[in-house]
């Protein structure tokens, strides 16, 4: 008799009662070490409980065991409960993560996997990572709550099946929302006596007053360079600031709208996208563009834009930050320039990239695991404004945070909790933000503004321009798509077609600006060729998983 066949009979015969009812009683007595939902420790005095986790040490970090670490050695007294930890570097972090998924040797959680919606269900529905729906009503109000505070994150960590497979890390600043910035030299500006420009002509204008006036005033009139940029550094390709004259376009999209009908379009074939290519061969042609802008590395444009004798070079670039073109204490460089608002296109359009938080993936739970409710427990704390604090900067005294001092405020001039601290010696004080977690909206208000320093406090400046000039023209969350998730034939498809398409794209759109390709002559022929690399197949596959999960 096989021994499938024998449980069963085993069972039917009531000889294996003793059994279950063995497992119940150890499944209540294990129930009954834990303490009430939402208080500490999350087990009683003198009982413990454990789990496993893996993933990979991020910058300042050379452990996450609490003899060494000291965010887990509070975590674990705060808690009652003993986080078993596997690591490696950032760098083979995926390669050691899929040789542990493969082979069946996984731990209980995995912290920031970097799996999306479709690797979510698929791991899902082989039952290797387990649902949390009931588990977060039943064990984490924390979650709960800031689920209920972002139903688009929750609908995003929804799979096709209604079941929630992941944790979401939720919260980015405003700066890293709206990070696809333009700065300008105000130097330069108000050495030829111009105004800050608000359109893409008064741009046009501005950088061809750039080139021609002796802009820096060191006698060269042609060593000014008037728009530069790099695609190796933050927000530092001038593409996606400039499209948003033209098109609404957000990064991380893969150039992908949806309309007003729902339907999902490629911006890089409308007409709005011709006009822009149009609008950048003309910078090209009149030599207002870097010629390498779109090819330089980090080195190569720190070392064009920085300032000899406080003279500067550059004129206009792009960037999410003033480390996205300088190191953050060559104020001589970077205090030349300030951002600019978003510009208006040539139709009277005002748009700004939204890097839109839909959460990444901060936790799964394997099958593996025994006390799935405990990881959940422990974990709510990390969807508090303390807990998330303590876990990204480590305590006041211990990391990289001190209590704010009377009067100082934060960045809209509230009295301010914290002050973030500059220093060496913060190694091993927190986890430095890994896993699932959640910034509220106002999070950023918690941290007093930096001053006293040689710079202004660059997170500020960031803070107010996303507010005052990006956020209220920002692409339009309706138009933006939603993570999908994709059968194994459609992650096929996507994969068989996307290497080729936006290869082609990307060189097409290279052979417009610098004028190989005449935009009007070849843009009939640039539609027809992007259609035979499979442009329709590739958005019909993305249609059907998005009507799949959005389609009412």
């Known amino acids: 008799m096989k021994l499938k066949n024998l449980a069963i009979f085993l069972l039917a015969s009531g000889l294996l009662v003793g059994c279950v009812g063995t497992e119940n009683s150890e499944q209540t007595k294990k129930a009954d070490i834990y303490t009430e939902v939402g208080t500490y420790p999350i087990v009683k005095e003198g009982e413990s409980d454990s789990f496993t986790?893996?993933?990979?040490?991020?910058?300042?970090?050379?452990?996450?065991n609490s003899d060494i670490n000291i965010f887990t050695k509070y975590l674990e007294d705060l808690t009652g409960v003993k986080l078993e930890f596997t690591s490696?570097?950032?760098?083979?972090?995926?390669?050691?993560?899929?040789?542990?998924?493969?082979?069946?040797?996984?731990?209980?959680?995995?912290?920031?996997?970097?799996?999306?919606?479709?690797?979510?269900?698929?791991?899902?529905?082989?039952?290797?990572?387990?649902?949390?729906?009931?588990?977060?009503?039943?064990n984490a109000p924390n979650i709960k709550k800031a689920l209920d505070e972002n139903p688009l994150i929750k609908d995003a960590f929804t799979s096709t099946d209604g079941n929630m497979y992941g944790l979401p890390r939720i919260g980015k600043t405003k700066?890293?929302?709206?990070?696809?910035?333009?700065?300008?030299?105000?130097e330069w500006l108000e050495n030829l006596d111009l105004e800050v420009p608000t359109t893409t002509e008064e741009f046009y204008q501005v950088l061809k007053a750039f080139k021609e006036?002796?802009?820096?005033?060191?006698?060269?009139?042609?060593?000014?360079?008037?728009?530069?940029?790099?695609?190796?550094?933050?927000?530092?390709?001038?593409?996606?600031?400039?499209?948003?004259?033209?098109i609404p376009t957000s990064a991380g999209t893969g150039f992908l709208n949806l309309s007003e009908?729902?339907?999902?379009?490629?911006?890089?074939?409308?007409?709005?996208?011709?006009?822009?290519?149009?609008?950048?061969?003309?910078?090209?042609?009149?030599?207002?563009?870097?010629?390498?802008?779109?090819?330089?590395?980090?080195?190569?444009?720190?070392?064009?834009?920085?300032?000899?004798?406080?003279v500067g070079k550059v004129g206009a670039l792009?960037?999410?930050?003033?480390?996205?073109?300088?190191?953050?204490?060559?104020?001589?460089?970077?205090?030349?320039?300030?951002?600019?608002?978003?510009?208006?296109?040539?139709?009277?359009?005002?748009?700004?990239?939204?890097?839109?938080?839909?959460?990444?993936?901060?936790?799964?739970?394997?099958?593996?695991?025994?006390?799935?409710?405990?990881?959940?427990?422990?974990?709510?704390?990390?969807?508090?404004?303390?807990?998330?604090?303590?876990?990204?900067?480590?305590?006041?005294?211990?990391?990289?945070?001190?209590?704010?001092?009377?009067?100082?405020?934060?960045?809209?001039?509230?009295?301010?909790?914290?002050?973030?601290?500059?220093?060496?010696?913060?190694?091993?004080a927190a986890w430095n933000r890994i896993g699932p977690d959640g910034q509220g909206n106002d999070f950023e208000m918690l941290f007093g503004v930096r001053t006293g320093g040689a710079y202004p406090d660059v997170d500020?400046?960031?803070?107010?321009?996303?507010?005052n000039d990006y956020a209220p023209v920002a692409q339009d969350v309706a138009t933006i798509i939603p993570p999908l998730s994709f059968s194994e034939d459609e992650s096929r498809i996507i994969t068989d077609l996307q290497l080729a398409l936006n290869t082609y794209l990307d060189e097409s759109a290279l052979a417009f600006i610098t004028g190989k390709k005449d935009i009007d002559e070849n843009w009939d022929d640039y539609l027809k060729q992007a259609e035979v690399l499979g442009l329709s197949q590739f958005l019909e596959v993305r249609q059907t998983a998005y009507d799949r999960k959005y389609k009412n």
């Open 53 to 64: 986790l893996f993933t990979y040490l991020r910058p300042s970090v050379t452990s996450y």
């Open 88 to 138: 490696s570097v950032s760098a083979d972090f995926a390669q050691k993560l899929n040789v542990m998924m493969i082979s069946g040797e996984y731990v209980d959680a995995i912290l920031s996997p970097p799996y999306g919606a479709s690797e979510l269900l698929l791991y899902g529905q082989q039952g290797i990572f387990i649902p949390l729906n009931d588990l977060i009503e039943e």
């Open 175 to 186: 700066g890293t929302e709206y990070c696809y910035k333009m700065w300008i030299n105000h």
């Open 213 to 246: 006036q002796d802009a820096n005033k060191n006698g060269d009139p042609n060593d000014e360079i008037p728009l530069s940029g790099s695609p190796s550094l933050w927000a530092a390709d001038p593409t996606i600031y400039l499209l948003n004259a033209f």
């Open 261 to 310: 009908d729902k339907q999902i379009y490629h911006v890089k074939t409308t007409n709005e996208y011709k006009e822009y290519l149009k609008f950048m061969n003309r910078l090209y042609e009149e030599e207002l563009l870097d010629p390498l802008v779109f090819t330089q590395g980090k080195q190569e444009f720190y070392k064009l834009v920085a300032a000899t004798d406080g």
């Open 318 to 428: 792009p960037g999410g930050s003033v480390t996205s073109f300088a190191i953050t204490s060559d104020y001589d460089t970077w205090g030349q320039y300030t951002q600019i608002a978003p510009l208006m296109g040539p139709d009277g359009l005002v748009s700004a990239s939204r890097s839109f938080d839909f959460g990444t993936t901060g936790l799964v739970i394997t099958n593996k695991c025994e006390n799935p409710e405990v990881v959940l427990r422990v974990f709510d704390y990390m969807y508090t404004d303390e807990g998330v604090t303590r876990m990204s900067f480590g305590a006041v005294g211990d990391g990289r945070l001190g209590t704010a001092p009377e009067g100082t405020v934060n960045y809209l001039g509230e009295p301010a909790d914290y002050v973030r601290l500059d220093v060496d010696q913060s190694t091993d």
């Open 460 to 467: 500020q400046i960031l803070y107010l321009s996303s507010v």
